[in-house]
């Protein structure tokens, strides 16, 4: 039985990771209050492919099979001009962002295959549509290859029981993001544009899962803010106040 039809609010069985086990212990226990017996746990560095394999193992071992596997772990860095950034930032940016996903999709891949299949989902960012803004020049690179490796994986897989898409959440709220910026001044110059195109996570989080368990197209790319809805949250701010910050 394919347990993305159980639903969580409906009995989805999750496993989460992280590379902290302070961390991972403490959203555990938020997770565990609510759900119960359905939600698990296994630390991960992205960066290691073994790591990728026992969260595989682990998982499987807990629930019996993987239905979904998805690759959102991701680092940004402060917007800075790209020489302006450290070798140890490159670095750590293009590891957990690309090998990251790679090491994850390919895993992935393995393990559903012996169980007869799955889905794979890579999370896309800014740049992955091509767009191009000053001071992310490293991190819009990494997001641009996981749009690039998104659809020619699905190329890859047709005709094979495991199938893949990409999910492009728009802008959340998150500490990665508003982390970006170091200046107060300038956090404070795009606080309004957060305001008009940004999401709360615990908005963004359901709508994901919806579509990801309604999804039946190889190759698909779920994305919670097109361009018209972009236009229009521009188009009605003046008459639509919000707030993702309170």
């Not at 302070?22 to 565990?32: H, K, N």
């Not at 690759?71 to 990251?100: D, F, I």
């Not at 047709?158 to 728009?170: D, M």
Request: proline share 3%; net charge positive.
């Amino acid at each position: 039985m394919d347990s993305r039809r159980n639903s969580s609010s409906a009995g989805q069985r999750v496993v989460v990771s992280g590379r902290k086990q302070d961390v991972l212990d403490q959203t555990l226990s938020t997770l565990s209050s609510k759900y119960k017996d359905k939600v698990a746990g296994c630390l991960c560095d992205v960066t290691k492919l073994e790591d990728h394999e026992r969260l595989f193992a682990f998982a499987k071992e807990k629930f019996g099979r993987v239905d979904v596997w998805i690759n959102n772990a991701g680092v940004a860095h402060q917007q800075r001009n790209l020489w302006e950034l450290s070798n140890e930032v490159v670095e750590t940016v293009v590891k957990s962002n690309v090998l990251g996903s790679l090491y994850g999709t390919r895993t992935a891949y393995n393990g559903m295959m012996a169980q007869g299949g799955g889905w794979i989902y890579n999370f896309e960012g800014f740049g992955s549509n091509g767009n191009v803004r000053e001071g992310i020049t490293l991190y819009g690179m990494t997001k641009a290859a996981i749009a690039f490796m998104g659809k020619s994986f699905a190329a890859e897989l047709k005709g094979s029981p495991v199938k893949t898409g990409l999910i492009q959440p728009g802008m959340v709220i998150t500490d990665m993001v508003v982390g970006q910026y170091s200046d107060p001044q300038e956090f404070a110059k795009v606080k309004p544009i957060f305001n008009i195109i940004a999401s709360r996570l615990e908005d963004v989080v359901p709508a994901i899962a919806e579509k990801i368990l309604s999804n039946e197209t190889n190759g698909a790319r779920i994305d919670l803010l097109p361009r018209w809805k972009v236009m229009l949250r521009f188009l009605s701010a003046p008459f639509v106040k919000r707030n993702v910050f309170d």
